[in-house]
């Protein structure tokens, strides 16, 4: 995803107004996926956000602020994590610029993140202590949101076309499995046997039946659950 308006801003400004199609993104982005992924209640305790600072401060008020130091990383950042910039280096909520969510935890002061309008595109990141201003960990269920998403999920099978089988493509990119095959070259949204091959390579990895149909066990391990 890149540029604006985007679907990220237009569903954002439908809620909000017209003003936020053009905005900065990265913490409509942050709301949407909140929202889209049953995740709301943990990561919006005030409802949605745009202003990063304003975000900050609601994790500030539940009492689950870090600062951006590289011990309170190493030891507190969790996948899940709301993560906030602040460029100049500072960890102070007030000069916050942008705001990410740790998808993991390199162990070295470092997290990896997935951000919304970095270069006003949607990227995956490493992001070191010089630059993160603080972070909080949303109070997620016991029994995660998505989990639940990913029994909602279809059987996919063989031969099927559409989002579902673009969601597989890519979550096996993430997974560090479909090296060899480009989006470009082949359709993502088609299950193809050469991305079965891929999902039977991995469900062997995860010692699952190498069926080639994900399903309920085969989702989550795309998924790193």
Request: hydrophobic share 40%; glycine share 10%.
């Amino acid at each position: 995803m890149s540029g604006r308006p985007n679907a990220i801003t237009r569903a954002y400004a439908s809620r909000h107004g017209v003003m936020f199609l053009m905005a900065p993104w990265c913490n409509q982005a942050i709301t949407e996926w909140a929202n889209s992924s049953g995740n709301a209640s943990a990561v919006l305790p005030a409802g949605d956000r745009a202003y990063t600072v304003w975000h900050a401060e609601d994790g500030k008020r539940l009492g689950l602020w870090y600062a951006g130091t590289e011990a309170n990383i190493r030891r507190y950042a969790k996948p899940g994590a709301i993560v906030f910039f602040d460029w100049a280096g500072s960890d102070g909520i007030p000069y916050v610029d942008h705001v990410g969510i740790v998808e993991v935890n390199l162990g070295d002061g470092r997290v990896q993140t997935i951000e919304g309008n970095t270069g006003d595109t949607c990227k995956r990141r490493v992001r070191a202590s010089n630059v993160i201003a603080g972070f909080w960990n949303p109070p997620y269920t016991e029994k995660r949101d998505t989990e639940v998403m990913v029994e909602k999920l279809p059987l996919l099978k063989p031969g099927a076309k559409g989002k579902h089988a673009k969601t597989a493509f890519f979550l096996l990119k993430a997974r560090g499995y479909a090296k060899t095959l480009d989006e470009k070259t082949i359709d993502p949204t088609v299950y193809s046997p050469k991305v079965v091959a891929e999902v039977k390579r991995l469900q062997k990895a995860e010692d699952l039946k190498p069926d080639g149909e994900v399903g309920p066990k085969t989702w989550p391990a795309l998924l790193g659950l």
